[in-house]
């Protein structure tokens, strides 16, 4: 009793307390039976308005569950939008592999996430566990795939004559332009669940301003973007100087300068659709410069990881065997490389694990999140 009348609102000159509460929709039959059992209470039920501050519940599968954990850093969506989980986990767990980029990392988290996964009995810990799982074991594949482990190259170790002649991505200089791809294609992502969004709210013709910037920027990618990248890539019907690529210039752009609002006048939407082109174009190049850091943070990584290599074997001179020098001499050398081993790769995998969960979540709340129209509440069910 003091509970409810400290939370309810009093009415009637105090002969009547009113409360206001939320329940799902599946459970809303059993909500009525409840109250149904106390003759002394009167309730109205509707849906959620627009117009009000409704309380958010996620429910995902079970691969983006574990991301819930992520957004919720920032934000949970509003209701009646659209919940970018989903959407955004392959590319967080993607980019965390990207940015700690070694294949001995990644084994290593792996096996810290099973442990914890074993210890956990549900809840947060077993979400984080799980997520750990899956950002080690992406970042295992992906550290193979750039022939890294532990700082040290595996096509010199498979005696290849380098990486260009091995079958492993060169990482330091093949994935500048590759990391800036994967911008563009997050980007071009959200700009699309943004259009599927307005079109929900809205409908299909309040979108066409931002359909036409689409068109516009996948055009410019498929034909000039794709073979900047790989000459191998060209589409032959579809290239800065063919028909198809002018016609789709053309409709993007009466999309976004002459339709962006289909209830004003042309002239001022010709105006406005100018100033926002402006505004796209210089925040675009923001958002897709913001990507190197992906290139980055992955080879900083690396090249810390391979100095510490260097000064374990320079340092005490296990490279250069027992030679005149005793066993114990030897063995000696090999302790200390050891302890250098340990010390540098912990600190490193410790380093390099914060800047692989903070960065790609950066990319998340900023460039993702804002092409892709996100609406934040601050209330969770």
């Given at each position: 009793n003091v509970k409810i009348h400290g939370t309810a609102s009093e009415a009637a000159d105090g002969?009547?307390?009113?409360?206001?509460?939320?329940?799902?929709?599946?459970?809303?039959?059993?909500?009525?039976k409840l109250l149904d059992e106390y003759s002394?209470?009167?309730?109205?039920?509707?849906?959620?308005?627009?117009?009000?501050?409704?309380?958010?519940?996620?429910?995902?599968?079970?691969?983006?569950?574990?991301?819930?954990?992520?957004g919720a850093m920032y934000a949970l969506p509003k209701y009646g939008t659209m919940d970018l989980t989903p959407f955004f986990?392959?590319?967080y767990m993607l980019f965390f592999a990207i940015c700690l980029n070694d294949a001995g990392y990644g084994a290593i988290l792996t096996l810290i996430g099973l442990v914890l996964?074993?210890?956990?009995?549900?809840?947060?810990?077993?979400?984080?566990?799980?997520?750990?799982?899956?950002?080690?074991?992406?970042?295992?594949?992906?550290?193979?795939?750039?022939?890294s482990l532990f700082g040290m190259s595996i096509p010199d170790m498979l005696g290849y004559e380098s990486i260009a002649a091995s079958p492993f991505l060169d990482f330091q200089n093949?994935?500048?332009?590759?990391?800036?791809?994967?911008?563009?294609?997050?980007?071009?992502?959200?700009?699309?669940?943004?259009?599927?969004?307005?079109?929900?709210?809205?409908?299909?013709?309040?979108?066409?301003?931002?359909?036409?910037?689409?068109?516009?920027?996948?055009?410019?990618?498929?034909?000039?973007?794709?073979?900047?990248?790989?000459?191998?890539?060209?589409?032959?019907?579809?290239?800065?100087?063919?028909?198809?690529?002018?016609?789709?210039?053309?409709?993007?752009?009466?999309?976004?300068?002459?339709?962006?609002?289909?209830?004003?006048?042309?002239?001022?939407?010709?105006?406005?659709?100018?100033?926002?082109?402006?505004?796209?174009?210089?925040?675009?190049?923001?958002?897709?410069?913001?990507?190197?850091?992906?290139?980055?943070?992955?080879?900083?990584?690396?090249?810390l990881a391979l100095v510490f290599n260097n000064l374990a074997m320079g340092l005490t001179g296990v490279s250069e065997g027992i030679g005149d020098g005793s066993i114990v001499g030897f063995i000696g050398k090999v302790?200390?490389?050891?302890?250098?081993?340990?010390?540098?790769?912990?600190i490193n995998l410790f380093m390099s694990t914060i800047s692989s969960f903070v960065h790609p979540m950066r990319l998340t709340f900023v460039e993702f999140f804002k092409n892709a129209g996100f609406e934040m509440t601050t209330r969770t069910f």
């Open positions: 002969r009547l307390v009113v409360l206001e509460g939320w329940a799902e929709e599946d459970k809303s039959q059993e909500v009525d002394g209470v009167i309730y109205l039920k509707r849906n959620p308005e627009p117009e009000d501050d409704t309380p958010v519940k996620l429910k995902n599968n079970r691969f983006a569950r574990m991301f819930e954990m992520i986990a392959p590319f996964l074993k210890k956990s009995s549900g809840g947060f810990m077993k979400q984080a566990a799980w997520l750990t799982v899956f950002c080690g074991g992406a970042t295992t594949l992906f550290g193979f795939y750039t022939g093949q994935f500048f332009t590759l990391a800036l791809a994967l911008g563009v294609v997050q980007i071009l992502f959200g700009m699309l669940l943004n259009i599927c969004l307005q079109t929900k709210l809205f409908g299909f013709t309040s979108t066409f301003g931002l359909l036409g910037w689409f068109i516009i920027l996948l055009s410019g990618c498929l034909a000039v973007g794709l073979p900047m990248l790989n000459e191998s890539l060209v589409i032959s019907w579809f290239t800065a100087s063919s028909p198809a690529f002018y016609a789709a210039m053309g409709v993007g752009a009466v999309l976004m300068l002459l339709l962006n609002n289909i209830k004003r006048n042309p002239l001022i939407n010709l105006g406005s659709g100018l100033w926002d082109a402006y505004n796209n174009i210089t925040g675009l190049l923001s958002d897709v410069l913001s990507y190197i850091r992906l290139f980055a943070i992955g080879l900083s990584g690396g090249v302790i200390g490389a050891a302890i250098i081993l340990i010390i540098g790769h912990g």
